[in-house]
C-alpha cells in the first residue's frame, strides 16, 4: 500500500514538470521569446555563423528549427521523463528494500540519495547534449552557447524535480537520508 501511495504522488509530481518543459518547448507562448516555438529555437538556439549555411538560407533555417524540435527536443522530453521515472521508483524500492527499524538509523544512507542525484544529474545533461547537439541530425547547427544554458537549465531542473519528488515519495523511516527533509517535514 506504501508503495501505490509513493507510485501516486511520483505521478502527482512528474506530470507537472515534464508537463511544463512541453509547455516550454511547444506551446506558443506569446512571453516566451519570438512566441513561436520555431522561431524561438531559429532565433535563439540555432548557430549565427554567417559562414554557415543556415544563416543565409531561411528555408534551411526553418526546416532545421522542425528537426531540431522533432529529432531533438522530442526525443529529449520523452526519455528525460522515463529517466526521471525510473530514477524516482528506484528511490521507493530502495526505500522499501533497506530494512530501517530504529529512528536515524536511515541517515547513514544519504550517501545513497547523492549517488543518485548525481547519476540524475549526469545521465540527464549527457542525454541533453546528445539530443539537442551532438546527434547526427544537429550536429553543430545550434550555438554551443545556447545549448550549454539549457544543459545548465535541465540540471537546475533536474535537481529541482528529484528533490521534491523526493519530499513526496521518501517513506517517513528513510526520511533522514533526504537532506533537510526531517526539518522541512517535522511533526
Same mark, same amino acid.
Do not use: H
Given at each position: 500500500m ?11 509530481v512528474l506530470?507537472?514538470?515534464?508537463g511544463? !518543459?512541453y509547455?516550454?518547448?511547444?506551446? /506558443? !507562448?506569446?512571453i #516566451?521569446?519570438?512566441?513561436?516555438p ?6 535563439? #538556439?540555432l548557430t549565427?555563423?554567417? *559562414? *554557415?549555411s543556415?544563416?543565409t *538560407?531561411? /528555408?534551411l533555417?526553418y526546416?532545421?528549427?522542425?528537426? +531540431?524540435?522533432?529529432?531533438g527536443?522530442? *526525443?529529449?522530453?520523452?526519455y528525460?521523463?522515463v ?9 521507493? =524500492?530502495?526505500?522499501e528494500v533497506?530494512? $530501517?527499524d530504529?529512528p536515524?538509523? @536511515?541517515?547513514k544512507?544519504?550517501? $545513497?540519495w547523492f549517488?543518485l542525484? #548525481?547519476?540524475s544529474?549526469v545521465v540527464? @545533461?549527457?542525454?541533453?547534449w546528445?539530443?539537442?547537439y551532438?546527434?547526427? =541530425?544537429l550536429?553543430q547547427? @545550434?550555438e554551443f552557447s545556447?545549448?550549454f544554458?539549457l544543459?545548465? +537549465?535541465m !540540471?537546475i531542473?533536474t535537481?529541482?524535480? +528529484?528533490? !521534491?519528488?523526493c519530499?513526496f515519495?521518501t517513506?517517513?523511516v528513510i526520511?533522514?537520508?533526504v537532506?533537510?527533509?526531517? $526539518?522541512i517535514l517535522?511533526n
Amino acid at each position: 500500500m506504501r508503495f501505490l501511495k509513493a507510485i501516486l504522488w511520483l505521478m502527482i509530481v512528474l506530470v507537472p514538470f515534464s508537463g511544463l !518543459l512541453y509547455s516550454l518547448t511547444y506551446l /506558443e !507562448l506569446e512571453i #516566451i521569446g519570438e512566441g513561436s516555438p520555431i522561431a524561438n529555437v531559429s532565433s535563439y #538556439i540555432l548557430t549565427q555563423d554567417e *559562414n *554557415n549555411s543556415i544563416f543565409t *538560407n531561411d /528555408e534551411l533555417r526553418y526546416i532545421t528549427a522542425q528537426i +531540431f524540435l522533432e529529432e531533438g527536443a522530442a *526525443n529529449l522530453l520523452v526519455y528525460v521523463s522515463v529517466f526521471w521515472l525510473l530514477i524516482s521508483i528506484l528511490w521507493i =524500492v530502495i526505500g522499501e528494500v533497506l530494512r $530501517i527499524d530504529r529512528p536515524g538509523q @536511515a541517515i547513514k544512507y544519504i550517501w $545513497i540519495w547523492f549517488v543518485l542525484l #548525481i547519476i540524475s544529474l549526469v545521465v540527464v @545533461a549527457s542525454m541533453t547534449w546528445y539530443f539537442l547537439y551532438a546527434q547526427d =541530425v544537429l550536429y553543430q547547427r @545550434a550555438e554551443f552557447s545556447s545549448v550549454f544554458s539549457l544543459l545548465i +537549465f535541465m !540540471l537546475i531542473y533536474t535537481a529541482v524535480y +528529484f528533490y !521534491l519528488s523526493c519530499v513526496f515519495i521518501t517513506s517517513r523511516v528513510i526520511r533522514s537520508a533526504v537532506p533537510f527533509l526531517t $526539518i522541512i517535514l517535522r511533526n
